[in-house]
């Protein structure tokens, strides 16, 4: 659980700047019962995070609340540092896009979804992007199909166009490889690889994630409405760290393997 | 009394004939409702939106109340407006009574709570993840609605139908509030039941030909847009 943020402090602290996104103190709870309580989550630009939990355990919650999409009980927001009111983070999207498990396509063909969050270019400056969109998705061919049609696969991948072409800072994934066929999973894997590579920002929640760990650099555990954290590029540092060794749990083996 | 078949005979010449009166009575008609209409359709939606997707309290209230307005007698509504509009009612001044704009008004209240129930049920049913994308694509609130009505076009059309005809059809607000006064306020309905009270029934039944044939189409209409509806995506 990442009760504090002593461990960022110290020396192995590779994060100077602001974050991208803070979270304190959020809470949320589904009538009588909480479902989530993280008292501190931060993150940072660049960073790719992996957020993994078992089914039901609050993964989808968080990352619809990190987006916008859904209110938290209490709990209070800062993006780049400045600190949000409701109304603006309800308005993050754009920046932050959380991309659906079983993503909704709109009525209409491939390229009119992409384009859909560039209502402020012109028409010239538009269909050049979504050109650049569709290219960089290879879903080229695909362009004049209606996005009702396309498989599974399919549609993700151009969820995921209509997210990159936005530009975003952060990207809130969930879940987007469940229920695919292996050629998909790897299509819609190169193309999460890409975001990475380009230096999105992403949180990609996942129950089964069996994708290389080289691609995140941080694993966020989710158990009984809690957070708990694993740093990958520095698996030791946790451990040195006495003030976070009691509350940072890290996967067992036999949980890493199934990964 | 003529055969039936020899009126009906002479209501089709009448309605081909392109009697002044006769098309007086349907333009009047079809002018009232489609305004009436075009007025509650997207004030309808908006509360049929916030009531199938936002939770609050007394939501359930407000849906059983609009419900139970789907099943209030139109000679009811007549009443309540009649009240209203007449010269010693609350809203004499605006010598609204007997006036096509009270026939309208009529027919909005009449027409609301279907509008709402149906698409209601249409919000309900839609897949929240619609709304969700197009915010979390940076659509303001009103294009994100605009987006999801797109989405819900077939069934948000056969609401608008279903509403339509309520209203073309129904008797007894308009000749309580319009007054059934020729070139003015007589409509199809009005029309029908006075000329049945005269015994001329050539142009009654040329007029209840005309709306068989709208409710006929307007039926045929709903079938198709929910066909349309029921596509897999």
Redesign the interface.
């Known amino acids: 659980m990442i009760s504090n943020n002593t461990h960022r402090e110290g020396p192995m602290n590779a994060y100077v700047s602001a974050p991208l996104l803070g979270v304190q103190q959020l809470k949320k709870s589904y009538g009588n019962q909480r479902l989530l309580t993280i008292d501190s989550l931060e993150l940072h630009a660049g960073e790719a995070t992996l957020l993994t939990g078992r089914n039901g355990a609050g993964k989808s919650t968080l990352l619809k609340i990190l987006a916008g999409l859904e209110k938290s009980d209490s709990g209070s927001l800062r993006y780049r540092g400045v600190t949000l009111t409701r109304r603006q983070h309800r308005n993050i999207g754009g920046k932050v896009i959380y991309l659906h498990q079983q993503p909704f396509l709109f009525d209409g063909s491939v390229e009119k979804n992409i384009g859909y969050g560039l209502s402020q270019l012109n028409r010239d400056q538009r269909s050049e992007r979504v050109r650049q969109a569709l290219q960089w998705s290879g879903l080229t061919h695909l362009a004049e199909r209606n996005a009702k049609t396309l498989s599974g696969g399919e549609k993700q991948r151009v969820a995921l166009a209509r997210a990159w072409v936005m530009e975003p800072e952060l990207l809130l994934m969930d879940e987007p490889t469940t229920n695919m066929d292996t050629e998909s999973r790897q299509q819609t894997l190169f193309l999460i690889r890409r975001l990475i590579n380009e230096g999105k920002s992403i949180m990609l929640s996942s129950h089964e994630f069996k994708g290389d760990h080289k691609l995140f650099q941080r694993q966020l555990h989710i158990e009984a409405g809690q957070l708990h954290e694993q740093r990958f590029e520095q698996p030791i540092s946790l451990s040195l760290n006495p003030a976070s060794t009691h509350c940072a749990r890290k996967p067992s083996h036999d949980q890493r393997s199934q990964l | 009394m003529q055969s039936l078949s020899s009126t009906t005979l002479d209501a089709i010449r009448l309605l081909f004939s392109g009697d002044p009166e006769l098309w007086s009575i349907i333009v009047i008609s079809f002018s009232t409702t489609l305004k009436a209409i075009l007025i509650a359709t997207p004030i309808a939606f908006v509360v049929g939106c916030l009531l199938g997707m936002l939770r609050f309290p007394g939501r359930w209230a407000l849906i059983s109340l609009f419900n139970s307005l789907l099943s209030v007698p139109t000679v009811v509504v007549g009443l309540l407006l009649y009240i209203l509009l007449s010269r010693s009612g609350p809203f004499g001044d605006l010598r609204l009574l007997f006036t096509d704009t009270a026939m309208v008004i009529g027919q909005i209240v009449l027409a609301f709570p279907v509008l709402v129930a149906m698409s209601l049920a249409s919000f309900k049913a839609a ?1 929240r ?2 709304w ?9 609130t009103w ?1 994100a609605f605009i ?1 999801l009505m ?2 819900l076009r077939y069934g948000l059309a056969a609401a608008s139908i279903a509403a339509y005809g309520r209203i073309i059809s129904e008797v007894g607000c308009s000749m309580m509030i319009g007054g059934n006064i020729l070139n003015h306020t007589r409509n199809i309905p009005t029309a029908i039941a006075l000329e049945t009270s005269k015994g001329e029934f050539s142009q009654g039944i040329a007029l209840g030909l005309v709306l068989l044939l709208m409710a006929l189409g307007l039926n045929i209409a709903i079938t198709l847009l929910q066909r349309r509806s029921e596509v897999p ?1």
């Open positions: 897949d993840s619609a969700e994308t197009a915010r979390t694509l940076g659509a303001p294009r987006t797109f989405e995506s």
